[in-house]
């Protein structure tokens, strides 16, 4: 399946979860990959049910008494406008911020940057 959004600018709080320890282990366990720290958000013009295609799900933990949320993660391929790609994950933690409609991507590599994405650069998400 494809899906096609825009690059939007994220609320900056992806960079301090995918770092935290824990988060990032699970990331690499479950994708194979360790996460660079950070998300690349992008805006779908519809909802997105992650349920429909079988997400991992991953449980939460506590540091210091303070609870993270567990969540779940999808195994995607992100292209730029030129078929660029990259492997990449699309990760839904349980507790967010964003609507249905914004997909959270994690990969190794800084991806506005390895594919030199701007806001509203539209993207393809192979699943």
Known sequence: ???FGNVVSGLGEGRFFVGLTPY???FKELTGFTPFEGTLNVKLKHNF???EFNPIE???FEIDGKKYFGGKVLL???FDKSGHSINCAIVAPKKTDHSKKTLELIAPVHLRKFLSLNNSDV???VI
């Open 123 to 125: 993207v393809k998400i």
């Open 1 to 3: 399946m494809e899906i």
């Open 58 to 60: 991953f449980d939460g």
């Open 76 to 78: 995607v391929k992100l």
């Open 24 to 26: 990032k282990n699970k």
């Open 49 to 51: 049910n992650l349920d």
